[in-house]
């Protein structure tokens, strides 16, 4: 079997034209697993597709598993709904993610039921599975497992919410995605010896030019690339991703740096389309 980790959408709530909102995909053996819908995510599956990942054509997207139910993370969830079904998905989506998913399903579809109706009653081809949705509201634990992959849900700390990280085992790689969250024990412990941890973090420079109420704000709810160099020192991945990068002003080699100032293992700074 392969798994190849393939990221889809790397951005943050800012509006950054060369980063989609929080999106990637667990390939294996040919099939995609989707973490987080961000806006502009189904496009640049079929970007990867056009880029030789075959699994990733739009029609194929089935799958997929929710960290937390914010705005840049889920916006792009209409789209994955609607979109691989226009494109021939058959099969209903299956969704898997924190409570309140169910709720949110629902006003989508609602939302879009007289568009739903045209494509079925009009002159348009349709088939009458590939709209359907499955929500699952998840706790932590197993939350799904089938020939090819297992999912592990963790708790992580990203508001009053509940979010979730989510590890991923299949017969060649695990692959951890901590989600949106402040530095976590729980991250580590399910990280620790991972091949791939994916994982947020914020640029300690441009951090500290912030006004302080987005101080307070940003402390409380997610990591710094410092801290984040304390949590791969103890996890020892075998190579860590960074992602959802809040820059402030500083680059992609700022950050870096200041990961690899406190941690000596092999880092990236993930950019869309990026495939490991």
């Known amino acids: 079997m ?13 509006a950054d034209p060369d980063r989609s909102g929080p999106a990637l ?3 294996a053996d040919g099939v995609p697993y989707l ?7 189904v496009r640049r599956a079929a970007a990867a597709h056009r880029n030789g990942i075959d699994a990733l054509q739009v029609s194929n997207l089935t799958r997929a598993f929710l960290t937390h139910l914010h705005s840049d993370h889920t916006a792009g969830y209409p789209d994955l709904i609607l979109t691989p079904w226009v494109l021939g998905r ?3 989506l299956h969704v898997y993610g924190p409570p309140g998913l169910q709720a949110m399903t629902g006003h989508i579809l609602a939302a879009y039921a007289q568009a739903i109706h045209e494509r079925l009653t009009g002159l348009e081809p349709a088939n009458d599975g590939g709209h359907q949705v499955h929500a699952t509201e998840i706790a932590p634990g197993r939350v799904y497992a089938d020939e090819r992959v297992t999912v592990d849900a963790f708790a992580v700390d990203h508001g009053s919410w509940p979010a979730f990280g989510f590890k991923f085992t299949t017969p060649d790689r695990i692959i951890v995605i901590s989600g949106d969250t402040t530095p976590q024990p729980n991250v580590i412990e399910h990280a620790t010896g991972c091949d791939i941890l994916v994982h947020e973090a914020y640029s300690v420079a441009g951090f500290a030019k912030r006004p302080p109420e987005w101080q ?5 709810v997610h990591t710094s690339a ?3 160099a304390e949590i791969a020192s103890q996890a020892r991945p075998g190579l860590l991703v960074l992602v959802h990068q809040l820059y402030w002003g500083t680059s992609d080699d700022d950050l870096l740096a200041e990961v690899r100032a406190h941690y000596d293992g092999p880092v990236v700074s993930g950019q869309d389309l990026d495939v490991f």
């Open 2 to 14: 392969s798994t190849q980790l393939v990221l889809l959408g790397t951005g943050t709530p800012n």
């Open 25 to 27: 995909a667990i390939v």
């Open 35 to 41: 973490v987080d819908f961000g806006p502009g995510g």
């Open 90 to 92: 058959e099969e209903p």
């Open 216 to 220: 307070t704000y940003h402390r409380a």
């Open 226 to 228: 410092h801290q984040l």
